[in-house]
């Protein structure tokens, strides 16, 4: 089974930075996609970034220009870093990890259980 844990979550001032570190583990042959969603209190869960096995990246809108995805193939890592941090980004954020798994010839996505981000002055 894989297992996806995540880090780097805390409180922080508008206009801080924060960078966030989401780790898989477990009996992977090869992960594709990576990425991040978030879910504020009350709010659907929204996409934030991604980034594919070839190091192409995807970001919302809401966050383009501040946050940056990337990731370490040799670590089985994804992380993003947040910088000029608002408001509205509190939320708890989750991971996620297209893993293959020995032995099975398909792409499961692994979703990390979840680490708060939340800015406040």
């Known amino acids: 089974q894989v297992q996806l844990v995540e880090s780097g979550g805390g409180l922080v001032q508008p206009g801080g930075s924060l960078r966030l570190s989401c780790a898989a583990s477990g009996s992977i042959f090869s992960i594709n996609d990576m990425g991040w969603y978030r879910q504020a209190p009350g709010k659907e869960r929204e996409f934030v970034a991604a980034i594919t096995s070839g190091g192409i990246t995807n970001y919302a809108d809401s966050v383009k220009g501040r946050f940056t995805i990337s990731r370490d193939n040799a670590k089985n890592t994804v992380y993003l870093q947040m910088n000029s941090l608002k408001f509205e980004d509190t939320a708890v954020y989750y991971c996620?990890?297209?893993?293959?798994?020995?032995?099975?010839?398909?792409?499961?996505?692994?979703w990390g259980q979840g680490t708060q981000v939340t800015v406040s002055s």
């Open positions: 996620y990890a297209e893993v293959l798994l020995r032995f099975i010839s398909r792409f499961d996505r692994n």
